[in-house]
């Protein structure tokens, strides 16, 4: 069974910093593109960021292109997501979601419950 946890959420100033990270089970996790993936509230789905399985490739949305890094460490099957500068616009449940192939934009098919991002002073 395809399991994802987001954790490292929580509430933070405007222009702090926070991590967050997915731990993945049930499939090989190098195998597969990862993205994160948030709804601000009252909004609809917006992707954020993706990650080529084996070879580094990263893309960014351009709200969150030189603030945001995403990352991923094979050996531990964790999927991350540094946020830097962030805005109260960045407020929003961020979820991690296992890409169908190697390809940063293929769809994606399994999520995780998310985690809560609140920036606010």
């Known amino acids: 069974e395809v399991q994802l946890v987001e954790s490292g959420g929580g509430l933070v100033q405007p222009g702090g910093s926070l991590k967050l990270s997915c731990v993945a089970s049930?499939?090989?996790?190098?195998?597969?593109?990862m993205s994160w993936v948030r709804q601000a509230p009252g909004k609809g789905l917006e992707w954020v960021s993706g990650?080529?399985?084996?070879?580094?490739?990263?893309s960014y949305d351009d709200s969150v292109k030189d603030r945001f890094i995403i990352s991923r460490d094979n050996a531990k099957n964790t999927l991350y997501l540094q946020m830097d500068s962030l805005k109260p616009d960045d407020t929003a449940v961020y979820y991690c979601?296992?890409?169908?192939?190697?390809?940063?934009?293929?769809?994606?098919?399994?999520w995780g419950k998310g985690a809560l991002v609140t920036v606010s002073s």
């Open positions: 990650i080529a399985a084996t070879n580094g490739m990263t």
């Open positions: 049930g499939f090989t996790f190098s195998n597969y593109a």
């Open positions: 979601a296992k890409g169908g192939s190697n390809w940063i934009h293929a769809a994606t098919d399994y």
